[in-house]
């Protein structure tokens, strides 16, 4: 029984689909690459957008083609399905099982552990979400937040520790509302810092409307990436409560602020939302003033598209989200350049993913010409 794996969308995604691979490697199963012949291809998929769910749609197709007689098989949620799928789970647990019970009498062969790839790993530690913002369909498929067991978590970074991994990324659909009895999100991670040498911790997205004064002190070990993916979605107070966000501009400006005390090479990436129901020229203009008050290292823009879901405001024609979006993503290259500048002869410590490839800490991309082979090293880089 051969399988062949494929993901579409975040790291939260890739995370699932790597505790996928060594769930099946460890039952033993063959994981062979997507254009060797297989009988069973499991598509991570992603549907946060309609754009994603087009991509999880022609990835399924372009599998399809390139082996026919492979059974495909889709772990997440789809609002459209397709013929090439014979079946779709909610999740890995689901997946996992029916595998199981349904090929057990087909040889699964002993294969050699998973190895967590060098370098980075990515750690899931909950899924789920208990907010309802207006223009989100995750609840609907992933539910309420869930948090892994903290001693679980310690266990997977121990283990990535003896694989010579650098660096974790702690990940989920929304990481800061870890709760496992009476360990939060802060309290996770300052056992990860006592009970763990990875050498760097990074985080995925972060919620604004959860970072607190507990958070913002984890931001002053030096182990912790001064790189924070803090979602946005709109500069306008008004849209931001159309949206149901529960925070307001100035309170994302003085997180901002904050980290920057902290860290002036602190790096802001984020994800914003254009032609939201109801967003005026206005609202719109308020964005684009807002955003250049920061010095975002990456913006992450999407044009609105409807999920599905009730929205009493009126629709943003498809025109003016484009115009909409060709204007922030020029202000976006404009500020990324600007962060860049300001990296111009600082030392940083690089971690060489490749052999002249590698990030520093606050995330920013660094090449280094040379004969040595870099990779997994992390090097003092003059930038
Ligand atoms: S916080 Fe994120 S995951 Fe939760 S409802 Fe809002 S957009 Fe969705």
Excluded: W
Excluded at 264 to 276: A, E, N, Q, R, Y
Aim: some cysteine; glycine content about 4%.
């Amino acid at each position: 029984m051969k399988i062949a794996l494929t993901t579409i969308g975040c790291k939260l995604n890739q995370s699932e689909i790597q505790d996928l691979k060594k769930d099946l490697q460890d039952a033993g199963y063959i994981i062979v690459n997507k254009n060797q012949m297989h009988d069973l291809h499991i598509v991570n998929a992603c549907s946060i957008t309609h754009g994603a769910e087009q991509i999880t749609r022609q990835k399924i197709r372009e599998v399809k083609r390139l082996n026919p007689h492979s059974q495909i098989f889709v772990m997440g949620y789809l609002n459209k399905s397709i013929p090439e799928i014979n079946k779709v789970f909610k999740n890995k647990e689901g997946v996992l099982k029916y595998i199981k019970n349904r090929y057990k009498n087909q040889g699964p062969i002993p294969n050699s552990k998973f190895p967590i790839p060098k370098t980075r790993a990515l750690i899931k530690i909950q899924d789920g979400c208990n907010f309802d913002c207006s223009y989100c369909i995750i609840k609907k498929f992933r539910g309420h937040s869930k948090s892994i067991p903290s001693d679980k978590i310690i266990t997977q970074i121990k283990q990535a520790e003896k694989q010579d991994v650098k660096e974790i990324v702690l990940v989920g659909v929304n990481i800061l509302l870890y709760k496992f009895g009476k360990t939060d999100f802060p309290a996770l991670v300052k056992m990860i810092l006592n009970e763990t040498k990875i050498p760097r911790i990074r985080f995925s997205s972060l919620d604004p409307r959860l970072v607190n004064l507990t958070f913002l002190n984890l931001l002053k070990n030096k182990r912790i990436c001064p790189h924070l993916h803090l979602s946005l979605q709109s500069g306008s107070n008004r849209i931001l409560k159309l949206m149901n966000r529960q925070y307001t501009a100035q309170k994302y400006l003085q997180i901002v602020k904050a980290t920057r005390k902290i860290n002036p090479l602190t790096s802001i990436t984020t994800d914003i939302i254009v032609g939201f129901p109801g967003e005026t020229e206005k609202d719109f203009q308020d964005t684009l003033k807002f955003v250049k008050k920061i010095d975002f290292l990456k913006i992450h823009i999407f044009p609105y598209s409807a999920r599905g879901l009730r929205c009493e405001q009126e629709e943003v024609e498809e025109k003016i989200k484009k115009k909409r979006f060709n204007k922030l993503n020029k202000i976006a290259e404009g500020q990324k350049k600007k962060f860049l500048k300001k990296m111009k002869g600082k030392i940083m410590p690089v971690l060489f993913e490749q052999k002249e490839t590698g990030y520093a800490p606050n995330y920013i991309l660094v090449k280094k010409k040379t004969k040595e082979n870099l990779a997994n090293k992390i090097i003092n880089i003059r930038i």
